[in-house]
């Protein structure tokens, strides 16, 4: 097996490897047409082309006999803290179980290291039990569980995290909206924007009562969210993609 960065030669194969995987993770849960769907708006090859390009962005592909059977996305989200997001982590059906999921993980995990961040977090729906025992026995800890939208359905979505130093840095501050309202904003709990990150803001200091989100761009709270997860700021148009389904194995 080789370990090497994504070209934008592999595009192709990499929206092969992520319709598989999907399908095979999660079609006994979901829907093949809202699948088929996903794949078209998350591997886009336009918006996989601009990924591949970012600097920012770590992707790694696995190669095996000259064939891509897995890839890895992540990047850095400069917040309050630097957090390495992984946004994906796929491994062909016919590959599983060969260490492959493992090896992307650690080449992604050391150059996320490498960008002095202070934790790396993945996102899996619980209905893929095998991607969240693999990041289990990877090290991560489970830290929080939540409901999602997909298509119509509710499914709930497990929140893993690996600490890798201390953190030092305001993980949440107090904001005034345009109505005159109080709202926590949680810096350590955010989303992937276009712009800047979308943070988690809630209507009580202990976060028992969730509010919506906060635009890290404009510092607005008008956000509207669509049945696919789509998350845009109607004051700036900061944009977030679908959530995608992490097919860890």
């Given at each position: 097996?080789?370990?090497?960065?994504?070209?934008?030669?592999d595009i192709d194969a990499i929206r092969r490897v992520?319709?598989?995987?999907?399908?095979?993770?999660?079609?006994?849960?979901?829907?093949?047409?809202?699948?088929?769907?996903?794949?078209?708006?998350?591997?886009?090859?336009?918006?996989?082309?601009?990924?591949?390009?970012?600097?920012?962005?770590?992707?790694?592909?696995?190669?095996?006999?000259?064939?891509?059977?897995?890839?890895a996305e992540s990047?850095?989200?400069?917040?309050?803290?630097?957090?390495?997001?992984?946004?994906?982590?796929?491994?062909?059906?016919d590959h599983r179980g060969s260490g492959i999921g493992s090896a992307l993980l650690a080449f992604v995990e050391s150059e996320l290291k490498d960008a002095d961040v202070d934790r790396i977090e993945a996102r899996v729906l619980t209905t893929n039990e095998a991607g969240t025992v693999f990041y289990e026995s990877e090290g991560y800890e489970l830290v929080d569980e939540r409901a999602v939208e997909i298509g119509q359905e509710t499914f709930d979505e497990r929140g893993y995290r690996k600490q890798l130093s201390r953190l030092t840095g305001i993980s949440e501050g107090v904001v005034e909206t345009d109505d005159g309202e109080r709202i926590y904003v949680a810096f350590d709990e955010s989303e992937r924007g276009s712009l800047s990150p979308f943070y988690?803001?809630?209507?009580?200091?202990?976060?028992?009562?969730?509010?919506?989100?906060?635009?890290?761009?404009?510092?607005?709270?008008?956000?509207?969210i669509d049945t696919m997860?789509?998350?845009?700021?109607?004051?700036?148009?900061?944009?977030?993609?679908?959530?995608?389904?992490?097919?860890?194995?």
């Open positions: 097996m080789e370990l090497r960065s994504a070209t934008t030669d992520a319709r598989e995987s999907l399908f095979a993770s999660y079609e006994h849960a979901v829907d093949r047409a809202l699948l088929e769907e996903a794949v078209d708006e998350w591997y886009d090859p336009a918006d996989l082309d601009d990924d591949i390009d970012d600097d920012e962005t770590v992707c790694p592909v696995a190669v095996v006999d000259g064939e891509v059977v897995g890839f990047y850095v989200i400069g917040r309050r803290e630097r957090v390495g997001e992984i946004d994906w982590l796929h491994v062909h059906p988690v803001a809630y209507a009580d200091p202990d976060r028992e009562q969730r509010y919506g989100f906060f635009c890290g761009n404009c510092e607005g709270t008008n956000i509207a997860d789509r998350m845009e700021c109607a004051g700036c148009g900061n944009r977030r993609k679908p959530s995608r389904w992490d097919a860890a194995y």
